[in-house]
């Protein structure tokens, strides 16, 4: 009996085998069709990632554009626009708008501060009134902190962790240098903000005196980057600016010799910054200033519009497409976006 059992056992695992190989080479096709269309699905994801964050690519006949006004009085409620208060150009050719919505765009804000000259003298208030910022800041906002002197010191990278960034901020310690201010900027906007998300807006939230010890009769040997370079990386950055002028004029007459032109010069520099923009320059009159000068800051960038078109330009060319939004009949108003996209490219 166990003799016949095995010759059965044996005759049944021959069976199985060859069933098994005949549905093997049934689902063969079925499996190389998976595996080719798994790799083409991780290539594009790839492919996507390696794109660079400060382009967009459109690959459908829809450009969305993400739009911020800015100008608007600081206690008056804020705009409520419609689509004919926009026009947008592409490559300079008026562009039919398809798509209209009001929506709050999260950010990457940058808050850079001076801890040069005076104001190293005031860390405590400093402090208060950065955290004060963080508060103020949406919650869908993430944060850096970033500090300067003669170089920059990241505090925070991009974060929307609170308790963490007030942390950092108590940590925030006496810096002692000159004042570079010229190239720290220059390093948030070629280093830092590229790691930011490319789903969001950017945007740097900078409280400074505005002295450079490039300055002429400022002592010092300040940024090695002149200040019309700082003025094209701007220009040519999606980043917003938000530059805050906070006065130490008198203290640093008397104690540092800092010539009054040097600062006159400084606040028009500033002046040129926000205007690039399309922002006020704000005026924190003392540090006290500052909490509400930060309210008004996140405020005005609360408000993004989604504006869609159909390009008129149907050309597969995978060519660059420069676009500008204006406003319509609101001299008073400033509208910042993207500075243009790639095509779709016909391969």
């Known amino acids: 009996m166990r003799i016949r059992f095995f010759k059965f056992l044996a005759q049944r695992y021959k069976g199985a085998k060859k069933s098994q190989k005949r549905f093997a080479s049934f689902f063969a096709p079925l499996r190389l069709c998976a595996r080719i269309v798994l790799t083409l699905v991780l290539f594009s994801g790839i492919a996507t990632s390696q794109d660079p964050v400060e382009t967009i690519r459109i690959d459908s006949d829809l450009v969305d554009l993400k739009v911020s006004v800015l100008g608007a009085p600081p206690n008056a409620p804020p705009p409520a626009l419609q689509p004919k208060d926009f026009a947008v150009f592409e490559d300079g050719i008026p562009q039919e708008i398809t798509f209209f919505q009001a929506a709050d765009t999260p950010f990457d804000l940058v808050l850079l501060l001076d801890l040069s000259g005076s104001n190293s003298k005031n860390l405590k208030m400093i402090r208060t009134s950065a955290k004060r910022f963080v508060d103020a800041a949406r919650d ?20 929307l ?12 310690d006496e810096a002692i240098g000159g004042t570079n201010f010229w190239d720290s900027m220059d390093w948030v906007l070629k280093d830092l903000i590229p790691q930011a998300s490319g789903m969001r807006r950017s945007a740097i939230v900078v409280m400074t005196d505005g002295i450079d010890n490039a300055l002429p009769e400022v002592p010092g040997p300040g ?19 938000f530059p805050i002028y906070l006065d130490t004029e008198e203290e640093n007459v008397k104690r540092h010799h800092v010539p009054r032109e040097a600062y006159a010069l400084a606040r028009e520099q500033l002046g040129q910054m926000a205007s690039v923009c399309g922002t006020p320059l704000y005026r924190a009159a003392r540090l006290s200033d500052l909490d509400a000068v930060y309210t008004q800051v996140v405020r005005d960038l609360s408000t993004v519009y989604s504006i869609g078109y159909q390009p008129t330009n149907k050309t597969l060319d995978g060519k660059w497409r420069s676009v500008e939004v204006r406003l319509m009949n609101r001299s008073d108003l400033f509208a910042r976006t993207k500075r243009g996209y790639y095509a779709k490219s016909r391969s």
């Open 140 to 159: 869908i906002d993430r944060i850096a902190l970033v500090t300067f002197t003669d170089q920059p010191a990241l505090y925070s990278s991009f974060t």
């Open 161 to 172: 962790d609170r308790r963490k960034l007030k942390k950092t901020i108590d940590e925030m």
């Open 223 to 241: 940024s090695s980057l002149p200040f019309a370079g700082l003025i094209e990386r701007i220009r040519n950055s999606e980043s917003i600016v």
